[in-house]
C-alpha cells in the first residue's frame, strides 16, 4: 500500500474512573481515507473511547492526537471545528427543532456570524445564512431524507432520525466522522442502505470510525478493524484477519472450559 | 413525463396558519393596523367602547379597567412585556433558569436614577458632577451596566447548570435588593432617590409631554417594544437563535456540534440584562421615585409566570403573558361591579371580604393553575413553523 498519512493517532490511552479501567492503554492509528471498524463486546470501552477522542473525557494516561495535533484538554467545540464529528449511540438531536435546523447547527461549527452581525442583519450574515442553508439541504439529500426538512426532528422515524444525525455531523465538514453505532434498531434492508451511505461518505473523502456491534455490517464496509475487550486492545487488522483471530472469537464466543 | 401535484388538503382551523397564508401586502396592512390600535389604545373615547354587552348586571362588559387609569396599566403592561421579552431570550431561547431577572431592571432603574436626580449623592455628596444628567442619555449607560452585571454575573455562574443556576440568579437579585435597602452611601436605602428625571420633549405651548399623563409613557414604551421586537427575531432566525435552542435542547450535543456554548449563553444573558435594564430605564423615567421596595422577589416571579403563561421561547407568548399578569389583576379589581357582585359577605356574624378587588390575585393565581393544567406550553407557543416556502418547493423539486 502507499504511502498512508496517519489522521488520528490514539497513543497509549488509559482512562480510568475511580478504581474501574475504562480504557487500558489502548493504542491505534486511523489513517486517511479508510473506514475503521471498532468492536468489542458489550462494556468494551468503544464509546469510552469515542468520548475521549472527541473531548469529552480526558484520558488519565496517553495522548491523542488528531491531524498530528494534540486533542486532549481542548475545549469539545473546538475539536469539532479541527474537523473531528461524531453520532451518537443514543439519539441526541435537538428535537423541538426541524430537521434543517438541526443540520444548520452544524453548519454553523464555521460560520462566524455572531450577535452583532445577526442583530443588525449584515452582509455576512445573510451570505452565511443563504450557504449554510444550500450545504444543509444538499446533506439531507446525500444521507436520504430529502422533503422532510420542515419537519421537527422527533417527529422523524428512528431510521431517518440516525440519517439526520449524520448529516449533522457531516455538516460540520469533518475530516473524520465517528459513527457510534449507527445501525441498532435497524431491520437487515436499513443495514444495507447504511452501509451504501457509509461507503459514500468515505468516497466523498471523509475518513471514518465505526463503532458496531453488527459483525457482518463491520465486515462488509471497514478496511481495518480494531478489536477491544475490557478496556484492552486485543487485535487489529482486516476484516479476514481478525475474524479468524482466536482472541476474538473467544471475546466473542467464550472460551470453552479447559479440559 | 406528467408530474401530478399532490395537494394536502389541510383544514385550516389555526388563525396563525390562516393569517401566514394572507398575501404579504395584506399581512403587513393588517399588522399595520393592529399597531395603530395599539397607539390609540389610551385614548378614552377609544377604550371606553372596548366591550361587549352582556345579558346581567349592568348590561355591559368593559374591556378596560374602569378601577385604574387604564393609560397607567398600560404603562405598567408595557414594560413588563419588555422585561417578559427579556427574560424570554434567556429562558425561551437559551433555556436557561434565571429567578433574578427584575436585578437588571433594579441596575437599569438605579443608574438612571442615580444620574438623573438633583438629590443624588453622586451630586449632594460625592460631587462627581455638578447637575444632574438628561434622561435620555442615561438610558444608553442603564443598558451598558445592566449587561455589563449580566456578564459578570454569568461569567462565573454559567458554568452551572438547571437548579443550580436559578438559585445563583435568584441569590443576585436579592443581594441587590438587600443593599439597595440596607445601606445608605449611595442608594440612600428605604428613602430611595426622588425628582429622577424624565424623558425630554415639551409641547408646542411648552408643557413637558411627560409629566403625569401615563399615555406618552405608552407610546414611548410601545415604541421601545416594536424596536426590541424586530432586534429580538433578527437574533432568533440567525446562527445565534439557533445556537441557543440547540444549547437549551441538549448542550452536551450542542458543544460537540460545534456551537461554543459558553459564549452564547453569555450573550443571551447579557441581552436578557440589557433589555432588563432598559425596562428599568423606562419605569424610572416615569417613576419620579426609586428605592428598594420596588424590587421584591414577587416582581421577578411574575415575570417568570408571564413567560410561562404566554408560552416559553415565543416572543408573541412573552407580550402576551407580560401583559396579562398586569392587566388580569387591574380589570379583575373593577369589574365585579358590571355583574353585581357583593363586596362583602356575612357567615355568622363574620364580615368576609369578597370584591374582585381583593380577591383578584385569588383569581389570578387559580387562572394560572388552570392554564398551566390544560396548556402547560403557554397560550402562545412557539412553533416551529416552516422556515421558507420558497426553500421547501426547491428541494421537493423532481430529480430527474
Sequence with gaps: MSERKPLLEVDNVTLRFGGVVALNQVDFTLYEGEILGLIGPNG??????????????????????????????????????????????????????????????????????????????LPKHWREERQSKARALELLNFVGITGRSDDLARNLSYGDQRRLEIARALATNPALLCLDEPAAGFNPAEKVALLELIKKIRDSGVTVLLIEHDMRLVMGVTDRIVVLEFGRKIAEGTPEEVRDNPKVVAAYLGVPDAA | MTTETVKKQRWKLNLRDRFQDLPLPARITAMAVFVVLLYLLPTKAFYENLGFPIPMGSGYLPFYTTGSDMAGVLFQCGYYILLALGLNVVLGYAGLLDLGFFGFFAVGAYTVALLTSPESKLITEYNWFESP????????????????????????????????????????????????????????????????????????????????????????????????????????????????????????????????????????????????????????????????????????????????????????GAILGGFLVIYLPEWLRSVGDVFGWPTQVTVGGIHIDVSPTSLRFVIFGALLIVVMIYRPQGLWPNRRRAAELKDRQKEVAPVE
Excluded at chain 1, 473531528?84 to 439519539?91: E, K, L, S, Y
Excluded at chain 2, 409641547?203 to 416594536?226: C, H, K, M, Q, R
Excluded at chain 2, 433589555?275 to 419620579?288: E, P, V, Y
Design chain 1, 44 to 121: 468494551a470501552g468503544k464509546t469510552t473511547c469515542f468520548n475521549a477522542m472527541t473531548g469529552v473525557y480526558l484520558p488519565t494516561e496517553g495522548q491523542i492526537r488528531f491531524k498530528g495535533e494534540q486533542v486532549s484538554g481542548k475545549k469539545r467545540n473546538k475539536i469539532t471545528k479541527m474537523g473531528m464529528a461524531r453520532t451518537f449511540q443514543n439519539i441526541r438531536l435537538f428535537p423541538e427543532m426541524t430537521a434543517l435546523e438541526n443540520v444548520l447547527v452544524g453548519a454553523d461549527a464555521h460560520n462566524t456570524t455572531s450577535v452583532p452581525t445577526a442583530l443588525l442583519r
Design chain 2, 133 to 316: 444628567w438628561p434622561w435620555l442619555v442615561t438610558v444608553p449607560i442603564a443598558i451598558a451596566l445592566a449587561m455589563l452585571s449580566g456578564v459578570l454575573l454569568g461569567w462565573p455562574t454559567l458554568r452551572l447548570r438547571g437548579d443550580y443556576l436559578a438559585i445563583v440568579t435568584l441569590g443576585f437579585a436579592e443581594i441587590i435588593r438587600i443593599v439597595a435597602k440596607n445601606q445608605d452611601w449611595i442608594l440612600n436605602g428605604d428613602r430611595g432617590i426622588p425628582s429622577v428625571g424624565h424623558p425630554p420633549g415639551t409641547y408646542s405651548n411648552g408643557e413637558a409631554i411627560f409629566e403625569l399623563d401615563f399615555a406618552p409613557y405608552y407610546w414611548l414604551v410601545l415604541t421601545v417594544i416594536i424596536v426590541v421586537i424586530f432586534l429580538i427575531r433578527n437574533l432568533a432566525n440567525s446562527r445565534v437563535g439557533r445556537a441557543w435552542v440547540a444549547i437549551r435542547e441538549d448542550e452536551d450535543a450542542a458543544e460537540l456540534m460545534g456551537v461554543p456554548t459558553f459564549k452564547f449563553k453569555l450573550w443571551a444573558f447579557a441581552i436578557g440584562a440589557a433589555i432588563g435594564g432598559l425596562s428599568g430605564s423606562l419605569w424610572a423615567g416615569q417613576a419620579n421615585f426609586v428605592n428598594s421596595a420596588t424590587f421584591s422577589l414577587e416582581n421577578s416571579i411574575l415575570v417568570l409566570a408571564a413567560v410561562l403563561l404566554g408560552g416559553a421561547g415565543s416572543i408573541g
